[in-house]
């Protein structure tokens, strides 16, 4: 019971060099006998710096706050500013004498723990009194799995079984085994531990701490079962996929799908039927028109494939569709459950960027676990969601959850479980699965809702300095980024429009029609959209780059963002997404609004070196060093100007949209190609002779890291927009080295690229 760290709030510094007042001397007291016992003393010696203490990163144990009348009003703001981030924790309101005690208010006393009358009490007692509610306080927010390892670590166990480096001490071995226990530190390796600890449980078996953090999960987000996964969300889809789906079936998929769901496929032979998104002239993939879900497109679907109207069971057994997508797009969830529910016991929301939705209202009703689930009845579609706790909670990579609500379709424990355990290991990381226990334990309680407001509130701020930005450009004929959302919002309580820089805050963040896509307006860019359907998610934030006109063709200048992204990336700044003139931030709650100010710095940076017409080898020194004959004499507009030039000409994006707007020929299921592919009967293919072959892999551009092509599918003939992409990417990587993009399923072999496919 040590180690702890205290904050005592003072109205003033207390003096080691002047004489002490009784009540100085007291607080005093107690701050020694606590150093003494080990724990850590913080002096606030104002509110208002308290205040900013509470909101920084900095660990708060406990709280003593000195209660001054006269500092009312600060005394309840500070402490309205610590129970956001600190909902929980302890605080001793320290009083001076009996006359202020009287003074105390009732909103003061609802928010503290305790009253000291400082003079009345001994130190001995007061310190006693703060470590047994600290101590009350720690069990009280630590979430089970990570409790039951923290009391493990205690232990000092010797171990006779797995892993090998028993504790890390097999690391302390060697000069370079120590840097590496020395660089990580002791407490990961003395969890990091074999299944035969069964103190703990088993992750396998969801038994002991396991269990009991499972059931806090599920309780946390809202579901009937939650399943803790350390095999990341791509894990997660193939364990639901291979829980619900055999070789007899049908699964109706959304063809956004990460590349998982093609694994499952390949892993059940299921027969898939695709329901195709839609695309916007930037690239931006935009939502599954409604009336691909109803019950008679499905059926037309399934009436139209050789592979599925061939299936023993005609009825679909798993659907999943991508929520939110890679831009931020988000579904009405009740409509998806309404519309695929008439076709589908059992609908699966692949949430893996969205595991925050259920913990503000902005996005309510706009994903998977919605509203109370005893709302969710047994005649209801069963729901799956799966969340990547690692990248937009707070998780270490790998870490997954799967959220299940019971309905018509469900699958028993016992029968999902072996799915589970096929795509689990027996080895599990604990401190993995401990992380799953802290990112739901952080959303819980007032906790979810002041951390997503809070990164909400960020996004927004960035979105409308860059919307100002953009406006004050146009007012002088320049340009500048543009945030790509809604041009013009309306405040529902009093109907009151404003230019999105120009709206309040408190509307941005709470209103979420202010986000909605709305069929009339232009600025999303998709036709054809339905009512009440789509919304954006606030905290992916793209950009846009001017270069591209409302229709898609292109101006005839432009500042390409692939030239954006480079330039941030020499400061150390990495977008997560990049095309032709989009360029995409995510905001998470490890954002900081000194982060974002240094990312909008960067961009009037980039247009101060863009307008100056800035030497590459000035700007971009790294750029130069990889085709010094290329750039070595060229400038930024130069630079600029040329990938204008080669994206009329090529036109990648226009390829890329039609490849993804439409279905290719399915040859073969995904599973049949991947067999083909373990007989090696499958040869590299040229991009220039993949007419009328079959791919034996996906191909997978990045962006936007979805398949482009599946296993088993036709490349079609020489005309089709997926070979012509391919080839416009080899011009394009062969124009501009460095700027090379990524396509999974496409190898480089004597400078050209090819595609595996089936042997003819």
Request: aromatic share 10%.
């Amino acid at each position: 019971m040590c180690d702890k760290k205290y904050l005592v709030v003072v109205d003033k510094a207390i003096s080691k060099n002047a004489s002490l007042t009784p009540v100085e001397e007291t607080i005093d007291h107690i701050a020694t006998s606590l150093v003494a016992k080990g724990e850590h003393i913080k002096f606030a010696p104002s509110y208002s710096e308290a205040a900013a203490y509470v909101s920084s990163t900095a660990p708060v144990d406990c709280v003593m706050v000195e209660w001054v009348p006269e500092q009312k009003e600060c005394i309840i703001s500070f402490l309205k500013q610590l129970r956001l981030r600190h909902e929980k924790a302890p605080v001793f309101l320290l009083v001076n004498s009996h006359a202020d005690n009287s003074s105390v208010t009732p909103e003061v006393m609802g928010e503290v723990t305790e009253t000291f009358l400082l003079l009345d009490d001994t130190t001995d007692f007061i310190v006693g009194r703060l470590q047994a509610a600290v101590a009350r306080y720690e069990k009280a927010i630590m979430p089970p799995l990570m409790a039951a390892m923290m009391k493990y670590a205690k232990e000092k166990e010797y171990s006779w079984s797995a892993p090998g480096h028993q504790g890390g001490i097999g690391f302390c071995k060697t000069p370079v085994g120590r840097k590496f226990f020395d660089f990580y530190g002791e407490n990961i390796f003395r969890t990091d531990m074999g299944i035969e600890r069964a103190c703990l449980g088993s992750m396998l078996d969801h038994t002991g701490a396991f269990g009991e953090s499972e059931k806090y999960i599920a309780g946390v987000f809202g579901a009937d079962r939650s399943y803790s996964l350390v095999v990341g969300t791509s894990g997660a889809n193939r364990t639901i996929m291979q829980a619900c789906c055999t070789d007899n079936d049908i699964a109706i998929c959304d063809r956004n799908s990460h590349k998982s769901i093609e694994q499952g496929l390949m892993l059940t032979g299921v027969s898939p039927v695709y329901m195709t998104p839609t695309r916007n002239a930037y690239g931006i993939i935009g939502p599954i028109p409604k009336n691909q879900m109803k019950p008679e497109a499905i059926k037309a679907k399934i009436k139209e494939s050789h592979f599925a109207s061939e299936a023993s069971n005609q009825r679909p057994v798993y659907s999943v569709v991508t929520n939110c997508t890679y831009d931020g797009l988000i579904y009405n969830g009740d409509t998806i459950q309404e519309l695929l529910g008439q076709s589908c016991d059992r609908i699966h929301y692949d949430e893996a960027w969205f595991g925050y939705s259920r913990f503000n209202p902005i996005y309510k009703s706009f994903h998977a676990m919605r509203g109370d689930k005893s709302a969710h009845t047994k005649d209801q579609p069963t729901i799956f969601a799966t969340h990547s706790t690692h990248k937009l909670l707070n998780a270490l990579s790998q870490a997954s959850y799967i959220h299940i609500r019971e309905g018509k379709g469900n699958i028993k424990e016992a029968q999902f479980s072996q799915a589970y355990m096929m795509h689990a290991t027996t080895s599990p990381l604990y401190s993995i699965a401990a992380s799953n226990d802290v990112a739901a334990a952080m959303m819980d309680g007032k906790q979810g809702i002041n951390l997503t407001t809070e990164v909400i509130e960020e996004a927004v701020e960035f979105r409308q300095a860059v919307a100002n930005a953009f406006h004050e450009a146009q007012k002088n004929n320049d340009w500048f980024f543009k945030p790509w959302n809604a041009e013009v919002v309306t405040d529902p309580a009093t109907g009151k429009s404003y230019p999105f820089k120009d709206a309040p805050l408190s509307v941005l963040t709470t209103e979420q029609s202010c986000w909605k896509l709305q069929p009339s307006d232009e600025w999303h860019g998709f036709k054809d959209l339905d009512e009440d359907w789509v919304m954006l998610d606030p905290v992916k934030v793209s950009l846009l780059t001017p270069g591209l006109n409302q229709d898609g063709s292109l101006q005839a200048k432009g500042v390409p963002a692939a030239l954006v992204t480079a330039y941030l990336s020499n400061l150390g700044i990495v977008p997560t997404r990049t095309t032709d003139f989009q360029v995409m931030f995510l905001f998470s709650m490890g954002v900081t609004k000194g982060k974002w100010a240094t990312l909008m710095n960067s961009l009037m940076s980039f247009k101060k070196h863009y307008d100056a017409d800035a030497s590459l080898s000035e700007v971009l020194p790294h750029l130069v060093e990889t085709a010094p004959e290329l750039y070595g004499d060229m400038t930024m507009q130069q630079l600029g100007n040329m990938m204008i030039d080669f994206l009329k000409t090529h036109n990648p994006s226009e390829q890329l949209n039609k490849a993804y707007s439409s279905l290719p020929q399915i040859d073969m299921l995904p599973r049949a190609a991947y067999t083909q592919l373990v007989y090696d009967n499958v040869e590299l293919v040229s991009i220039f002779e993949l007419a009328g072959r079959t791919a034996a892999n996906s191909v997978i551009p990045y962006p936007p890291g979805i398949p482009m092509l599946m296993s088993g599918e036709n490349f079609g003939d020489q005309a089709s927009p997926q070979i012509a992409y391919l080839q416009a990417l080899q011009a394009w990587d062969e124009t501009f080295p460095g700027f090379e993009h990524e396509t999974e399923g496409a190898e480089m072999e004597n400078g050209v690229y090819h595609v595996m496919c089936i042997k003819q």
